[in-house]
């Protein structure tokens, strides 16, 4: 996908200079594992030193590549693009969930739920289950299930 920068949150267009030294780092961060990897397969090299020169590196490349990118600091508000309403009462979560592609029509079948004539049946999306619930909805599935459009479940989860 093109310019996928663009649809993340608090990133920002880079110009010439600033995108030859993102493409330098990554050249030098090639060449520091290219040598990792040799130290790993060489006999007598302290291996614990070796795993400890390896998150070092990578912490210094990720920090050389932010300063370079400078990213927007996220707050909570920065991230919200609305107000709740009716009352309702934001709230963040984390969930470990299984999940599988699905069609909005596939999910009304599985309900034996007609499509409302709103939606549409291609939608695509997740049938997510949440190993949470003790009575199952749906034959088959002991957790809570629900469906979820796919862009929505892919900006929330990312597999395991």
Request: glycine share 6%; net charge negative.
């Amino acid at each position: 996908m093109e310019n996928q920068h663009r649809q993340i949150a608090g990133y920002r267009e880079l110009g010439p200079d600033e995108i030859a030294m993102m493409n330098e780092a990554k050249a030098i961060e090639r060449r520091f594992n290219s040598f990792i990897d040799k130290l790993r397969s060489a006999p007598g090299i302290d291996q614990r030193n070796v795993a400890m020169a390896q998150t070092h590196g990578e912490d210094a490349f990720m920090r050389a590549v932010r300063a370079v990118a400078q990213p927007a600091r996220l707050t909570m508000a920065s991230v919200a693009a609305f107000e709740p309403v009716g009352g309702m009462i934001r709230h963040v979560g984390t969930k470990v969930v299984d999940a599988q592609p699905m069609t909005r029509g596939e999910w009304c079948a599985l309900r034996n739920w007609s499509v409302p004539a709103d939606e549409n049946a291609d939608d695509e999306g997740y049938l997510v289950e949440y190993a949470d619930r003790i009575q199952p909805l749906i034959p088959g599935h002991p957790g809570y299930v629900s469906w979820s459009p796919k862009d929505v479940f892919e900006q929330a989860y990312t597999p395991l």
